[in-house]
């Protein structure tokens, strides 16, 4: 049993710690977009 | 511009719906299924591990198939895909790396033996990390070695899925799966369904991450060349 709950616990870990991964990534182009609507509202007359 | 991701976020939406309904009805299906006589319980991780190291293996195939493109067609596209396969292939490889230990652990006596299925994988997975590592940390000219270095990846997949066939191996063969019984083969398709949509959703989130972050470089450029024409 504590085999199994290791190896499912490992695997459900691992694929929720790259989906936060991904989603701080995310959040970092957004922080990115942000800032190139900044630089283009700057730009228009 | 709403007009376009509306409907790319209610399938992406729907698609993750279907993946967590997928994943309830596998589960119960797991916990369902028969123990295995021999082995009892610590079979059931037969139901994780393998849909792992098949997408393993489809990941690494997604990596080469765009690297190629990237190679021999210059495809900035290709090259996306790749390095958005690549990172799901070392998750997964990494799950296939740990789960399978475990099992050996109750089934051999011992967590590793090198022996060509499991050295072949672990060679595999290495490669990934490699060009995970060099896409990160090599720079532009690294896109090239890294592409290549996927290519040999893809080599290493039928060494990997013959090993236990060509070489002594006391790794399960290939054909375990049509020895299963009724209530555990049904488990296992649904796990492995379960698994390869959650490969799709991952991978779409991915390389949609990738693709905004190639925009946003390019339209830094633009806006870099518009700033300097206006100052």
């Given at each position: 049993m504590k085999m199994v709950a290791l190896a499912y616990g490992f695997i459900w870990l691992a694929v929720f710690s790259y989906v936060f991964i991904v989603s701080r990534r995310l959040g970092r182009l957004n922080g990115e977009m942000d800032e190139l609507r900044r630089r283009i509202d700057r730009l228009r007359p | 511009m709403p007009n376009q991701t509306r409907p790319t976020s209610s399938r992406f939406l729907a698609l993750a719906a279907l993946t967590a309904a997928l994943f309830v009805i596998a589960c119960n299906a797991i916990a369902d299924a028969p123990r295995e006589?021999?082995?009892?319980?610590?079979?059931?991780?037969f139901y994780f591990h393998v849909p792992c190291a098949w997408l393993l293996m489809l990941s690494t195939l997604v990596c080469a198939g765009g690297s190629v493109a990237y190679l021999f067609g210059g495809s900035e596209s290709g090259d996306r895909v790749a390095v958005s396969a690549s990172e799901l292939g070392v998750v997964f490889g990494l799950c296939v790396l740990v789960s399978g230990p475990l099992w050996a652990k109750a089934?051999?006596?011992?967590?590793?033996?090198?022996e060509a299925r499991l050295t072949s994988s672990l060679l595999l997975w290495l490669m990934l990390v490699a060009y995970v590592l060099a896409r990160r940390y090599g720079g532009a000219s690294a896109r090239r070695l890294a592409a290549a270095l996927a290519l040999f990846a893809a080599i290493d997949i039928p060494l990997v899925y013959f090993s236990v066939r060509f070489f002594r191996s006391i790794h399960p063969s290939n054909t375990v799966v049509s020895t299963l019984g009724p209530g555990m083969r049904g488990a296992f398709w649904l796990s492995l369904l379960a698994f390869t949509a959650l490969w799709w959703v991952l991978f779409s989130i991915r390389l949609a991450t990738e693709t905004t972050y190639a925009r946003i470089v390019d339209l830094e450029i633009l806006l870099d060349q518009a700033e300097e024409k206006k100052s």
């Open positions: - | 006589i021999t082995m009892g319980l610590v079979q059931k991780i089934a051999w006596g011992v967590y590793w033996q090198w």
